[in-house]
């Protein structure tokens, strides 16, 4: 008797709950392995047994613009513009109004070459006049630039946009180089006047 009731009772009870695997879903396993897959290829291919101080192996040369030309080779003087002028002169040569003086149209780039040849060697502070505005800021020195990139450049902007002036040759560059050892900028478009035979 009483055993029929215990047995009863046991047949109301539920089942005891089971703790099961539950496997997280296929899309989100498929993209933690994409990810995983890439992470280690990415290291894979980045020598990861490389010196770190070599960094990226980019050379400074890779980081500095184009080459010093070669001797004798061909300079490219749009590129040439691009790496060192456009910043500052835009790549339209307008330069910026009442900050950096257009190069396109200047009275300084199609003048004589001398004083532009002055310009580039040593660079220009002060207050200069370019298509009657007035400028007022800071030019910088290229004179690290050889005499046959200067020339390329020089020709560049005497010959681009709405500029119809000859090309220069290298030896302009080598000549005004020896005749002024200033390492200041000239003060202005007064002081490259004066360079101007009276
Ligand atoms: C950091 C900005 C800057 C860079 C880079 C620069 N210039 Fe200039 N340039 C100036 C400024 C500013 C003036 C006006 C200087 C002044 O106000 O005294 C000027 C003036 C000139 C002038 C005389 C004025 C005119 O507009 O004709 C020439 C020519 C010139 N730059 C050519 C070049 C060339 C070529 C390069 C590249 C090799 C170059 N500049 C790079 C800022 C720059």
Not at 57 to 78: E, H, I, W
Not at 95 to 121: C, K, M, Q, Y
Request: glycine share 8%; charged share 20%; hydrophobic share 45%.
């Amino acid at each position: 008797m009483s055993l029929d009731i215990e047995s009863r009772a046991q047949e109301r009870e539920n089942v005891d709950p089971e703790e099961t695997i539950r496997p997280i879903p296929l899309a989100a396993a498929v993209v933690t392995l994409v990810m995983v897959v890439f992470g280690v290829l990415y290291i894979f291919f980045s020598e990861p047994l490389a010196n770190s101080q070599w960094g990226d192996q980019r050379t400074l040369a890779d980081l500095s613009g184009p080459r010093p030309a070669a001797a004798g080779a061909a300079v490219d003087g749009k590129a040439l513009f691009a790496a060192h002028c456009a910043a500052c002169h835009q790549a339209t040569g307008q330069g910026l109004p009442g900050v950096f003086p257009p190069l396109d149209g200047s009275e300084w780039v199609h003048g004589d070459t001398r004083v532009l040849a002055n310009i580039l060697l040593h660079g220009v502070t002060g207050e200069i006049s370019v298509k009657g505005a007035k400028f007022n800021g800071t030019m910088p020195s290229f004179r690290q630039l050889s005499d046959a990139e200067l020339a390329g450049l020089a020709s560049y902007i005497r010959s681009s946009w709405s500029n119809k002036a000859d090309a220069v040759p290298a030896e302009l560059f080598a000549r005004e180089r020896k005749a002024d050892d200033r390492t200041a900028p000239f003060e202005g478009g007064a002081a490259l006047q004066a360079l101007l035979p009276k």
